[in-house]
């Protein structure tokens, strides 16, 4: 069974319209995070949460929300989409938020296409 | 910041022939990086591979290796006879010292494997 749900696997969606991609994980972790991969470019750092507080953020644009509502979810809702927005949206977690930490553990993403 | 560099695009290898992904990083904190390889089978989230937090050792796992040089500051991943089923996207990472938690991807190296 996968330890983390990312929902949906592939969306596609007109520019200006907002998504929400969902993510929840089961593996009792109490820190997750959100990644974006563009083509051509390297996986993106975008948020951190922590015990359900937001920890880090290097998204520029506010268009990009972040929301837990449970301490295993942590859903990012996108506003007013732009077809830059394009790209795999990976969800991760891990157990402690500070750290290099081997058991870092990413959802298979959610792939985002806007039109 | 800290950067990685891997090798671009895709590799495409034939079954039982060996395997080199080049890895270089550039770490801007007092100390050694932890690095890391990650894979992504298809269809599936980034899975780590093999670290290693110390200079100068070596990782295995799965018949990969990567040795840590910080002279060349590289950590190229190795595999001495590659099989259909290592075809994936390999990504080099690194966790620079000092507690941080945000991992420094590289693009990524679609590996492919032709019987």
């Known amino acids: 069974d996968p330890k983390i749900i990312q929902k949906p696997k592939y969306l596609v969606a007109v520019t200006g319209s907002e998504k929400i991609l969902i993510c929840e994980q089961y593996l009792g972790h109490n820190a997750m995070y959100w990644y974006r991969q563009s083509a051509k470019k390297p996986l993106e750092f975008m948020f951190s949460?922590?015990?359900?507080?937001?920890?880090d953020n290097q998204t520029a644009s506010s268009r990009f929300q972040p929301q837990s509502s449970k301490k295993n979810h942590l859903d990012l809702q996108i506003t007013a989409l732009k077809p830059d927005d394009s790209a795999t949206y990976f969800c991760?977690?891990?157990?402690?938020?500070?750290?290099?930490?081997?058991?870092?553990?990413f959802g298979s993403g959610t792939r985002l296409l806007v039109i | 910041g800290d950067s990685v560099t891997q090798t671009e695009g895709q590799v495409t290898v034939s079954e039982s022939k060996s395997l080199i992904i080049n890895c270089t990083y550039s770490a801007t904190s007092i100390g050694y990086p932890n690095l890391f390889w990650y894979v992504r089978y298809p269809g599936e989230g980034l899975q780590l591979l093999l670290k290693?937090?110390?200079?100068?050792q070596k990782g295995s796992s799965r018949g990969f290796e990567a040795t840590y040089n910080k002279e060349a500051t590289s950590f190229h991943l190795q595999k001495a006879s590659v099989q259909e089923s290592d075809s994936a996207v390999y990504y080099c990472a690194l966790f620079s010292s000092g507690g941080n938690y945000k991992p420094t991807f590289g693009k990524g190296t679609s590996l492919v494997v032709h019987p």
């Open positions: 290693v937090i110390t200079a100068g």
């Open positions: 949460y922590s015990y359900q507080k937001l920890m």
């Open positions: 991760a977690s891990s157990q402690n938020p500070q750290g290099a930490n081997s058991d870092y553990t």
